[in-house]
């Protein structure tokens, strides 16, 4: 069963039995980290991802488009040119991509080689508004640094970078020391560092990247754990308090509630976890009612999104103070902040009316149950410099759109005086 699963297929036995050791001494240990890390990112199945100000979107044969904001080349087309119309990065024909990152100005891309191909500013720290890196690179390049480690996931945080390898190590970029920790200390530090402490010898297979901090799903003999580190202000570690962590920590809280986590998602300010049993928990910053539990109240430490109760969760999305639900039958539930329409409760028509009002508690997105499809994944835009945009992308593969499209990262036209949509719209690619 192993060797059906795609990242297992191509190692060598030496490799297997490592991975083997690595995960308890079991193949069916192995199996259960392949099939939860499948779970989780949806590895190698179609994925759209909405970046600060452009777009990447993932089919599931592995072809690339993007579209939106272009300044440092991030769109991988060999220009700075901004395009709202979605164009597949030509350069790449001949190789299978299987997930995506954007961060501001850059994008990272890995292939099913576990090759990682970077573009846009030149640097792995760099995050704040405007600021370019040393060069531009407008055309998808091998990341040379990362050539010996078989890459399955990238995250790119605000001043970091992160990567998860096939046999679940964390190794971080500019991820800095100490007091600097979750921060750049470098701007040209290029090589891969491993994440030290507890995760050296636990298997992960997630990883999200938040405002300086960083989340590891873990899979260990006795289930599954969250492990956080970086910077704690707000709560957002879920340790109970606001201090850093220096080196990975586990998040306690979910064996006191009795929660398998199944999926983590790491907003700029707050974070969220999906259990087994499709209960929802978040925590960190709750400005804006981004937590979901009624009020604009921290919460250091898990909590279970009580108003979702009835519904069993099975996908999460977290951004500046916004978070999104799906559940098992593809219904959708935003809260948070409602600035640039980006929440999908649209209840005024596309006049202004109250599109951008806060919603505390989990609403369900009725603009998208109209859309009559099952919605798979939603991703929106995590971070704190730019309007935020979301992508519901349903089960056979139709792309749906709403929020900011000022530089074009909709993938759709808009009239000359428009700078969002309120209303989900298709997206004219075929992610399937």
């Known amino acids: 069963m192993c060797q059906r699963r795609a990242i297992f297929k191509p190692m060598t036995d030496e490799e297997r039995q490592s991975l083997k050791h690595r995960c308890g001494g079991s193949w069916k240990l192995v199996l259960r980290f392949l099939l939860a890390g499948e779970a989780c990112c949806r590895r190698e199945k179609s994925q759209a991802i909405a970046g600060p100000g452009h777009s990447i979107a993932v089919t599931s044969s592995g072809a690339v488009y993007s579209f939106g904001s272009n300044s440092s080349g991030q769109l991988g087309h060999g220009n700075t040119e901004e395009d709202w119309r979605p164009q597949q990065i030509r350069s790449l024909q001949g190789i299978r991509i299987i997930q995506a990152a954007a961060g501001a100005g850059r994008t990272m891309l890995i292939s099913d080689a576990g090759r990682v191909y970077a573009f846009g500013k030149d640097s792995f720290g760099e995050a704040e508004y405007g600021v370019q890196g040393t060069k531009l690179v407008t055309t998808p390049q091998p990341v040379e640094s990362l050539k010996d480690i078989f890459v399955v996931q990238a995250a790119i945080g605000n001043f970091f970078t992160a990567v998860l390898s096939r046999e679940g190590r964390v190794y971080t970029f500019s991820w800095g020391k100490d007091s600097k920790l979750g921060h750049k200390t470098e701007p040209n530090d290029v090589e891969p560092q491993p994440l030290l402490g507890a995760l050296e010898n636990i298997p992960v297979v997630q ?226």
């Open 207 to 432: 990883i999200a990247a938040g405002y300086c901090y960083l989340l590891c799903l873990a899979c260990q003999p006795s289930g599954m754990s969250v492990y956080s580190v970086g910077c704690g202000l707000g709560g957002k570690l879920g340790h109970g308090s606001r201090t850093d962590e220096k080196y990975p920590r586990l998040i306690e809280q979910f064996q006191l509630l009795n929660l398998q986590p199944m999926v983590v998602a790491a907003g700029a300010w707050h974070a969220a976890v999906v259990g087994r049993d499709g209960r929802v928990c978040t925590w960190g910053w709750g400005r804006y009612g981004c937590l979901g539990h009624g009020n604009e109240d921290c919460e250091s430490v898990p909590k279970v999104v009580e108003a979702l109760s009835n519904v069993k969760a099975v996908h999460v999305a977290t951004g500046d103070y916004t978070t999104f639900v799906v559940s098992d039958d593809g219904d959708v539930y935003s809260f948070g902040c409602g600035e640039s329409a980006s929440l999908g409760h649209n209840t005024a028509g596309e006049g202004q009316g109250n599109r951008h009002a806060n919603v505390l508690s989990p609403e369900l997105v009725m603009s998208l149950k109209q859309v009559n499809e099952r919605v798979v994944q939603i991703s929106l835009t995590n971070s704190i410099y730019w309007n935020a945009h979301t992508f519901a992308l349903t089960e056979s593969g139709k792309l749906y759109a709403f929020g900011a499209g000022d530089k074009g990262q909709l993938g759709i036209e808009l009239a000359n005086n428009q700078t969002e949509r309120g209303n989900p719209e298709r997206v004219d690619i075929d992610l399937n």
